[in-house]
């Protein structure tokens, strides 16, 4: 059972891969003979069938129509653009600005019961002050070279952020105690964000964790990352963000999230914690 948030995606693909290669060996073709077809280079058969080079929407149509199997086309470009989805750069994604991202999530918030979330270093969406999530925002636009829409984007994150208040959905949110005192904005955005925590902790949808530096470790720190109820996790990486769906990678999630959990503490110990992060300020 494989950790690797990469390996759903390349799964995914391996998939295609080998429904491809299939179309072409019950066309009782050679590498050559598709090739010679498709009007490319032999290399390039071999490369998509090894999954090593993921094909274009003409590129399926193209082999498709080579094994007199245009009907499948369709289905296939459909489940390479999935595959193409799981890992994402963010560049591709905020391309645009960091608003529209912001927003294209909205309706997986909306129907998701059941969030886990684990940070390492920066606060929770779900938790983020607009000054936090602003000044945040701006530091990611800034270091991707994107265009700064931080304040509208900040606002649209607090916005989708509802969805802990209504009583519809549950959050169960992990933090390392590092996150408290990681200064993202100045003092005052810090003292807003920590005063918020302070609220939040006593919302009946929100269970929030703090794993103390002194805490011996069942878990080391991995990357963040969300869960959506049982099936769907997004996992943040520097460059990308990859989204895993194979059932037994899920579980793996689940369970370091549940390693993770026991080694937080809650209710007042945690106020303690946090309140300690806001007498550092003064």
Request: with cysteine; aromatic share 6%.
């Amino acid at each position: 059972m494989s950790s690797s948030p990469f390996s759903s995606a390349h799964a995914a693909r391996e998939s295609v891969a080998a429904r491809l290669k299939e179309l072409r060996l019950d066309a009782d073709l050679t590498m050559q003979g598709l090739a010679d077809r498709c009007g490319w280079n032999k290399a390039k058969t071999s490369r998509i069938e090894a999954a090593r080079t993921t094909p274009s929407d003409a590129d399926i149509r193209a082999w498709c129509a080579a094994c007199d199997a245009e009907g499948q086309a369709t289905d296939l470009i459909a489940s390479s653009r999935s595959a193409d989805s799981m890992y994402v750069e963010w560049r591709r994604m905020q391309r645009t600005g960091l608003r529209r991202l912001q927003r294209a999530n909205a309706p997986l918030y909306e129907r998701t019961r059941l969030f886990r979330v684990y940070c390492a270093r920066v606060m929770p969406g779900l938790l983020q002050t607009q000054g936090y999530a602003h000044a945040l925002l701006s530091l990611i636009a800034d270091f991707r070279s994107l265009p700064n829409d931080a304040g509208e984007a900040a606002a649209a994150r607090v916005d989708r952020s509802h969805i802990i208040r209504d009583g519809l959905h549950r959050a169960v949110m992990l933090i390392e105690e590092d996150v408290l005192t990681h200064r993202i904005g100045d003092d005052a955005v810090m003292a807003d964000q920590l005063g918020y925590l302070l609220t939040a902790m006593s919302y009946p949808a929100v269970s929030l964790g703090i794993i103390p530096r002194s805490t011996p470790r069942v878990m080391w720190g991995p990357e963040t990352f969300t869960m959506f109820d049982d099936k769907r996790v997004h996992v943040e990486l520097l460059a990308a963000k990859v989204t895993v769906t194979t059932p037994t990678e899920v579980e793996v999630y689940r369970n370091a999230f549940a390693r993770l959990a026991e080694m937080a503490v809650y209710g007042p110990r945690a106020r303690t914690l946090v309140s300690r992060a806001m007498d550092a300020l003064d």
